[in-house]
Structures are given as C-alpha cells and as structure tokens.
C-alpha cells in the first residue's frame, strides 16, 4: 500500500508545481514505449533491444542536494532551493511546449511500498522502458494521483541543459529533476537515493546492496535459513555473488532476492525495492551462468554495448563504447526466483572489496571494525578503470555513492544497529588477489569466483576455523571445509619488511580517509586503525 505519511509530509515540505506538456501520454505499456523508441534500438539476435546514449556514466560532479536544515556530506554538493527553483521554472517553460511522458510505478512490493512518478519527453521513451522494466506495475488508481501525492517524483529532460548538465535532489519534498544527460541509471538512482534516505527518517538506514537467502545444513545437519546483505563498489563481484547458486543443491539452495538497494530497519529486516536486475556487461560470459541466460531474453534491455549490425550478437568484452555497457534484466528470467525481495533478518553482512596486496581472502569484522569497513566501502582501481592509477586504494562510504546527509551519522547508526542486533555478523570478502603487489612486483594468487561463493556458504554452514590478524585485529579465515584455502595467506609472498611496509601504508591511508568525517564515533576508527 502507498505510504501515506511520506507522501503528506511531501506535500507539507513543498507543493510540487503541475509539470506541463504539450501533450502527456500517462502509463504508455511496455509495446508501445519501444515503438516509441524504435529509432534508437539496434535488436540483438534475442530480440532484445540495445541503445547508444551520449552520457555513459552517473554524473556525479553535477548533481546536487537541496534541503532545508540538512548539513550534506562531506562529497555532497548543496544547492539552495532558489537554485533549484530556477531549474526547474526552466524545465517546466520547456516542457510546455513538448510530448511528455508519466509513467507511474511502485517502488518495493510489501508494506514499505512508495508510488513513484517518472515524467521524461517522450523522445526519449527508452528511458521509460527500462524504468517500467526496473520497477513494480502501478497500484490501482496511481494514475488518479496528483503530482504532490505520489511519494517520489522524478522530471527527466535529457536534451535540456546538454552543455552544462544540471540534476538536483530536493529531500524535502522528495523530487529529482535531471537535465543534460541521457543516461538510465540517473533515473533509477533518482528514485533509489530518495527511498534510501526515506529508510534514515524510518530509523534504518538504505544501503546500495545485494540481498539473498541461503538455505544450508549446519556442520551438525540442521537445516537453516540465513539472510544475507552484499556491499560491494561496481567490479567487485557484488551482482555475480548475489546470483551465485553456491553449487547448493536439494534442500540447501540460493534464494535471490535484491541485486542493489535495500531498506534495513533497526531490527535487522530488510525491504527490497526493484523488481529488475540493473547489471554491469562488462565481460559478462558463460562463467556468470545465471546472468548470461538472463542476458539472452527478448525482455532484457541494454546500454552501451556493441552489436554485430548483421548478425544481432553482442560482444560483451568490446569496450569501445565504454567499459560501462549496462543491462536491466527482468526478474522472470532469472531461474528459480520468488517474487519475495524482502529478508526478515540480515544474519551475515558481507563487504566484498577487490583488493590485491595484504587483504585475505576472507575475515571476520566485530561490529566497530564493520561500521569501519562500512565507512571505508574499499576496492582498488582495476585498469579498466583509471589505467593510471591501476592498484591503487579507491573507496566510498557505504559502497553507496548516493548517500545523502552525514556519512558521519551513517556509519554511526550503522554500529548502533550492530549492537542492537548481536545475532548479525560481519565479514570481509576479498574477490581479487592475495599477495600481489606493483611495488614488489610479486604475483600473488587470484581468488577465484569459485572460492568466494565457496566461502559464502561455509559461512552459512559454520564449518570455518579462524585466526587472529595481528595488525588488523579481525579473524582469518584458516580452514574451511571443501574448500583448499593453501595460497591464500598474504604473508607468504612479502618479506617481513615488505609486509611491513604494506600494512603501514594501507593503515595510514585508511585514517586519513576516515578522519575526513566529522562527528564519526571514535571507537570506529580505533578499530580499523588502532589509534
């Protein structure tokens, strides 16, 4: 059901202005947005639709946050509300005298549901289409909503401002608007950054995360369920783990549920948001079994990827266009799937980071050195990238580059859930390299997809034995059944020195980057950095 306290309070905030048209074209159905868009499609042999856009990437130098007595973040950029309110008199001049088109969906489908409304100029009906492909069918009479009813309203105008591109978040009233760029994802996120702070105001946090189930057999044969959350920056493996299958089989299974966004309340439970899957292609392959089968649909819809014009096949390794080629798959596609996107409990939180020198494979977090990790949201630059600063440390808070508000007050509600909940554990999962370094020169061992779905489950099954990191304070992972973990102790490919070194190194960047925050609680810092 629509939640009615959210959208009252975004009336309170700011009566939003009626967005004008020319003509308005309300909930177009999915045949039609495409025909709409026909002039932009190339068709895969699947059927499948794939666009080309101008913009190929979030642009985050160009989005700010408007709020009345909100102090943003320390990589937020803030706006006054006569800013936005210049914007968006001249959005609504422009759209006066063009088609536009209103699709209404519903974001989550329990009992946090929000109505949201998309208005974008029907030029850019591709847009639409993979919006209605990420979201909920509209509730009954959503149409019949004003514009200050629906929870959240996002106004999409790509070819407006394409010289000097301009997107703010106003929180008060809970409305984006996007001007000079053509790209999906800042449609989706527009809705997605307004729920997750919606989720603060309910006393959670929203975090930018994978979700699933895994149902295993404990080292004594009970059969339990655990809820699992999944942070993770794009190339860490985040979507991959999520759909991982875990080779569990019969009774013990993968339940999917999320692949982005949820809603963590106090006590641990999780709300689930879309009902698409928005993937990253890069080098997407038989490897990714679940993703790959889901790729091959005729409902699939792709971004910036290249397509043999004769034959329809696509090449995902071909990164002409950008490395940042993107899909949104449907959720019938993926095999085995339930319509459920939430989790009654987060028992295991996992940060997945895709580091490469003296990060184990896998270790155990107590609850400051979680909310440390979680602040930190580490990974390193991969060449694809930045090929210049290939190795080196890039991190965000969260893994959540739509945070918006305090990083501070997150990470500090973040241990205060931990503690409310001393039945969730945290872990970090490293999907890179161990003992590999560009200063020393040494290789190192890969950590395979197979190992880190592997531990996931020995995770769900108990079966890990453990030991104490001297520098970092958290617990190894030393043994775990089925799965050979020879190789993967940093420590046997660095001198005593070099380890040294690499250690100090890494904990000096890790303070500088964390005491960045102002108001964040102590204890967490000391538990990542020792002082």
């Known amino acids: 059901m629509q939640n009615k306290t959210l959208a009252a309070a975004s009336k309170e905030c700011f009566m939003r202005k009626p967005v004008p048209a020319r003509r308005l074209f309300v909930n177009p159905d999915r045949h039609t947005l495409r025909q709409w868009a026909a002039k932009d499609e190339t068709t895969t042999e699947h059927g499948s639709p794939v666009y080309v856009t101008q913009i190929r990437s979030r642009s985050a130098q160009n989005t700010y946050i408007v709020a009345d007595n909100l102090e943003t973040g320390v990589f937020q950029q803030p706006w006054t509300k006569e800013d936005a309110q210049q914007l968006q008199d001249q959005v609504h001049s422009y759209l006066a005298h063009r088609d536009v088109i209103q699709l209404d969906r519903v974001l989550g489908n329990s009992d946090?549901?929000?109505t949201i409304r998309l208005y974008v100029t029907k030029k850019y009906a591709r847009i639409a289409l993979m919006l209605?492909?990420?979201?909920?069918?509209?509730?009954?009479?959503?149409?019949?909503?004003?514009?200050?009813?629906?929870?959240?309203?996002?106004?999409?105008?790509p070819e407006l401002n394409t010289q000097n591109r301009q997107i703010f978040a106003d929180i008060d009233s809970k409305v984006t608007y996007i001007t000079g760029t053509d790209y999906f994802g800042e449609a989706k996120k527009s809705f997605l950054r307004q729920a997750m702070y919606c989720a603060k105001e309910w006393g959670g946090l929203g975090f930018h995360a994978g979700s699933k189930i895994l149902r295993v057999r404990d080292i004594n044969g009970k059969l339990n369920e655990y809820g699992f959350i999944m942070f993770g920056l794009s190339g860490t493996g985040k979507t991959t783990l999520t759909l991982s299958d875990h080779d569990l089989c019969g009774e013990?299974?993968?339940?999917?549920?999320?692949?982005?966004?949820?809603?963590?309340?106090?006590?641990?439970?999780?709300?689930?948001t879309e009902a698409g899957f928005f993937i990253k292609t890069d080098g997407l392959d038989e490897r990714q079994r679940i993703l790959f089968e889901a790729a091959k649909s005729a409902d699939a819809s792709f971004e910036n990827i290249i397509v043999n014009e004769e034959t329809g096949s696509v090449d995902f390794t071909d990164s002409v266009l950008t490395n940042n080629g993107r899909g949104v798959l449907m959720r019938k596609d993926i095999p085995g799937i339930k319509d459920k996107i939430d989790i009654e409990k987060a028992h295991k939180i996992i940060f997945i980071t895709r580091r490469n020198d003296v990060m184990p494979a896998l270790a155990k977090l107590t609850p400051e050195q979680a909310a440390g990790f979680f602040m930190l949201g580490e990974s390193v630059e991969t060449g694809a990238?930045?090929?210049?600063?290939?190795?080196?440390?890039?991190?965000?808070?969260?893994?959540?580059?739509?945070?918006v508000g305090s990083e501070a007050?997150?990470?500090?509600?973040?241990?205060?859930?931990?503690?409310?909940?001393?039945?969730?554990?945290?872990?970090?999962?490293?999907?890179?390299?161990?003992?590999?370094?560009?200063?020393?020169?040494?290789?190192?061992?890969?950590?395979?997809?197979?190992?880190?779905?592997a531990l996931m489950r020995e995770i769900a099954r108990g079966s890990i034995e453990w030991e104490n990191d001297p520098y970092w304070g958290?617990?190894?992972?030393?043994?775990?059944?089925?799965?050979?973990?020879?190789?993967?102790?940093?420590?046997?490919?660095?001198?005593?020195?070099?380890?040294?070194?690499l250690n100090y190194r890494l904990m000096q960047e890790r303070f500088e980057w964390l005491r960045q925050f102002p108001g964040l609680d102590n204890e967490i810092i000391t538990a990542i950095c020792g002082y």
């Open 112 to 114: 946090r549901q929000m």
């Open 132 to 157: 209605a492909n990420m979201y909920y069918p509209p509730a009954p009479d959503q149409a019949k909503l004003t514009d200050s009813d629906v929870d959240l309203l996002t106004v999409y105008v």
């Open 252 to 272: 013990e299974e993968s339940i999917i549920r999320q692949d982005d966004v949820i809603l963590m309340m106090p006590n641990g439970y999780c709300y689930g």
């Open 385 to 403: 990238g930045d090929p210049a600063k290939k190795g080196q440390s890039k991190r965000c808070v969260g893994t959540n580059p739509f945070i």
């Open 409 to 453: 007050e997150e990470g500090n509600r973040f241990l205060e859930i931990l503690r409310s909940n001393p039945d969730i554990e945290c872990y970090l999962l490293n999907t890179g390299r161990v003992g590999t370094s560009y200063i020393y020169g040494t290789k190192g061992k890969k950590i395979t997809v197979e190992i880190s779905t």
């Open 474 to 501: 958290y617990q190894v992972a030393k043994t775990a059944e089925n799965i050979d973990l020879s190789g993967y102790d940093p420590k046997m490919y660095f001198t005593e020195e070099q380890y040294h070194i």
